[in-house]
């Protein structure tokens, strides 16, 4: 029973240090680090991890002009783990930081921040709410992945509690 116990102990004491974004099921995403959970359109449900501790949710191939035929995919990862250098930033250094850097505000609550960076070849979001928490979401600039992400950001969820904006 001690045993027993201790291994549930132990396993809850991992996942809650556990910085990867992780899939719940369902066709759901979360990360109990960042504080979120979203959903993952229909197309876009064969989720797996990857090496770098995110979550890969592949969509359904599509032919790209001079690419050929290719797999669409959306990669979510952790904010601090793709802008580590961000973790002590405001709100407002963060905004005006990236958007010197060809991303632009999508949207802005009390908690979090959203935005967007689009290159010709790569369409990527960026959700945050202080302190290194969030998420990034990366994929091949194509209609049917930023739709995709679109629809993960519709239904995006910050677990109360999780805001950690540096006043």
Do not use: H
């Not at 501790?53 to 002009?65: D, N, Q």
């Not at 010709?120 to 979001?125: E, G, L, T, W």
């Amino acid at each position: 029973m001690r045993k027993t116990l201790l291994a549930i102990t132990l396993l809850i004491a991992w996942t809650s240090l556990s910085r990867a974004v992780s899939r719940v099921g369902g066709g759901k995403i979360s990360s109990l680090s960042s504080g979120f959970e979203m959903i993952v359109p229909q197309n876009f449900t064969n989720l797996f991890p990857t090496r770098t501790e995110s979550v890969r949710a592949e969509g359904p191939p599509v032919y790209v002009y001079g690419r050929g035929v290719t797999t669409q995919f959306v990669d979510i990862t952790e904010f601090q783990d793709e802008f580590s250098d961000f973790i002590k930033y405001s709100a407002l250094e963060i905004r005006e930081r990236l958007q010197q850097s060809n991303w632009r505000l999508v949207s802005e609550s009390d908690c979090a921040i959203i935005m967007k960076n689009n290159d010709p070849k790569i369409v990527a979001y960026i959700g945050t709410w202080g302190a290194g928490k969030g998420f990034v979401l990366k994929g091949l600039n194509l209609p049917d992945v930023d739709q995709a992400m679109i629809g993960m950001l519709g239904s995006l969820r910050v677990t109360p509690g999780s805001c950690a904006w540096k006043q």
